[in-house]
């Protein structure tokens, strides 16, 4: 297989899905409107609502957060993330397209596979 070349230089494939979002919070809502998936340790996005900032600035489902206003998330406790994301009303995320697992059912709380659905915003 070959390697990627971007300006000259050799690129990992895994990179080149990487992208940023910048979200604000709209000031007649609370929320940026998304929902969050956590498998492993590691953050996805779930769904985003419609019309919401998250959806208007790019957030898809499934999406892989990487970064979160330059902080990583790959060891960020639950708790300092959504603190994170509840305490600002500008979000820079840094995520990665269609790396997460096969779809699975999330209703809410905890299901088989360990993951579970979140709305932080």
Not at 20 to 45: A, E, M, S, T, W
Not at 97 to 102: A, G, I, L
């Amino acid at each position: 297989m070959n390697t990627p070349v971007v300006d000259g230089r050799s690129v990992n494939p895994l990179y080149l899905n990487e992208r940023n979002i910048h979200l604000q919070r709209d000031p007649n809502d609370l929320k940026f409107g998304f929902y969050l998936r956590v498998k492993n340790g590691k953050y996805y996005i779930h769904t985003t609502e419609p019309n919401s900032p998250a959806e208007r600035g790019g957030l898809h489902p499934n999406d892989a957060i990487k970064t979160i206003n330059e902080h990583p998330t790959d060891q960020m406790p639950i708790y300092d993330l959504i603190k994170l994301i509840q305490n600002s009303n500008d979000l820079i995320f840094t995520v990665q397209q269609n790396v997460t697992p096969s779809a699975c059912d999330i209703s809410g709380g905890e299901n088989q596979k360990g993951e579970q659905k979140l709305h932080p915003s």
